[in-house]
């Protein structure tokens, strides 16, 4: 099973820019659709985003489309998350999530998750 390691969260004010990243390792990572979760504070956690093996494939939540960009680098074995024009919305933990069954927005479908980074936008 792939292990994967998230980056890149932080504080940001509102309007900003963050990259989010997601390492994996002991798997082949090319093998794996990727996605994008979040969980703000007592909320159930989200679809973000998800990418299937060569990256030509996208899908986003309607609630990030034109400001999220998700893409990979099979050769580095990492995923990233753009964000752009953040909102105070989006403040919650942001996970990374592999599964080789299907590219999916429905948390089960992910087998391998990663520990989470916080992501903070202050208004």
């Known amino acids: 099973q792939v292990q994967l390691v998230e980056s890149g969260g932080g504080l940001v004010q509102a309007g900003g820019s963050l990259r989010l990243s997601c390492a994996a390792s002991?798997?082949?990572?090319?093998?794996?659709?990727m996605g994008w979760f979040r969980q703000a504070q007592g909320k159930e956690r989200d679809f973000v985003s998800a990418?299937?093996?060569?990256?030509?494939?996208?899908y986003y939540a309607d609630s990030v489309k034109g400001r999220f960009t998700i893409s990979r680098d099979n050769a580095k074995s990492t995923v990233y998350l753009q964000m752009n024009s953040l909102k105070p919305e989006d403040t919650a933990v942001y996970y990374c999530?592999?599964?080789?069954?299907?590219?999916?927005?429905?948390?089960?479908?992910?087998?391998?998750w990663g520990q989470g980074t916080q992501v903070t936008v202050s208004s």
């Open positions: 002991g798997g082949t990572f090319s093998s794996y659709y």
């Open positions: 990418i299937n093996w060569l990256g030509r494939s996208t």
């Open positions: 999530a592999a599964t080789t069954k299907y590219i999916s927005s429905d948390s089960r479908t992910y087998d391998s």
